[in-house]
């Protein structure tokens, strides 16, 4: 398949195509094929379990009837709330967990989720402020932790966000996906070395996927090493759409800024 030219946005939590990964995170024109070689098209919901989109699209017209006949309770505005985020209506899905926030400030589930919405809608200082009431040192949640992690590296603060993620590294041992993060912000730290040592543990890892090794191709092409990068991405894509992208990498490499932006957006895919 002839590849087509793709101007990527930050990555909505869903399945995307093979390779559609934090190279495509740098939100920068970059070429990859067309081809969706994945399985049915599902998202990640505000809480723990992936949403197919066509049933929350079928279930959205119930959940909001129920949710309007009692907007009370924490569980049905949690569940409208997943299927709003599954059709993309994010800023909806935000505004209903804070009502339900508002309602229940004990419920650590609801305030979890939205603390999640608020980093995915880009208000990170909110986030940290309801994340921290998520859960509790006594009782620490490796995924809340993750989302502190990321609302930190996003307003700059590397070594806070390390220390969410390896304080749910704790809990958690060897998650590819919080290794990926950490790794990350490694990277946004210009620790280079490190960044690609614990990018290449998480994509070593059972669970790791394809933006997990975009992280890491990202990283090498930070080094320089844009051979290294092209093999990597292979494992995701085909030659010619690895070439483009690594091929890409150089360019950007020229570009300190757009590549630090790059490495933003990718931490929050």
């Known amino acids: 398949m002839t590849p087509a030219p793709i101007r990527f946005e930050r990555l909505p939590a869903r399945s995307a195509p093979r390779g559609f990964a934090a190279v495509a995170a740098l939100g920068l024109a970059l070429t990859l094929g067309a081809c969706n070689t994945d399985s049915p098209e599902t998202t990640g919901s505000i809480g723990e379990v992936a949403t197919p989109i066509s049933a929350a699209r079928r279930d959205l017209d119930g959940l909001a009837e ?3 006949s009692n907007p009370g309770d924490p569980r049905m505005a949690f569940r409208y709330a997943r299927a709003l985020r599954a059709t993309d209506q994010v800023n909806q899905a935000s505004a209903v967990l804070q009502q339900a926030a508002l309602r229940n400030p004990k419920d ?15 208000r990170y ?6 994340l921290a009431n998520a859960h509790t040192p006594a009782n620490p949640d490796w995924r809340v932790l993750s989302a502190e992690g990321s609302a930190s590296a996003q307003l700059g603060d590397q070594a806070r966000a390390q220390g969410f993620y390896e304080a749910a590294l704790k809990i958690r041992p060897n998650e590819p996906s919080l290794l990926s993060n950490l790794g990350l912000s490694y990277a946004l730290s210009r620790n280079l070395d ?5 990018m290449r543990l998480a994509v070593s890892l059972p669970g790791a996927d394809a933006k997990m090794r975009a992280n ?5 092409g930070l080094k320089g090493r844009y051979d290294e990068a092209e093999t990597v991405l292979r494992q995701d894509m085909g030659p010619q759409e690895a070439a483009a992208n690594a091929a890409a990498l150089r360019r950007l490499a020229a570009s300190p800024n757009k590549f630090k932006d790059g490495l933003a957006r990718a931490q929050r895919g």
Do not use: H, N
Not at 125 to 130: H, K, M, Q, S
Not at 216 to 220: D, H, P
């Open 108 to 122: 650590t589930q609801i305030l979890a989720a939205y603390g999640k919405s608020l980093v995915e809608a880009g």
């Open 216 to 220: 890491l191709a990202l990283v090498l």
């Open 125 to 130: 200082r909110e986030a940290l402020e309801v």
């Open 66 to 68: 129920a949710y309007k």
């Open 194 to 198: 490190q960044a690609e040592e614990t």
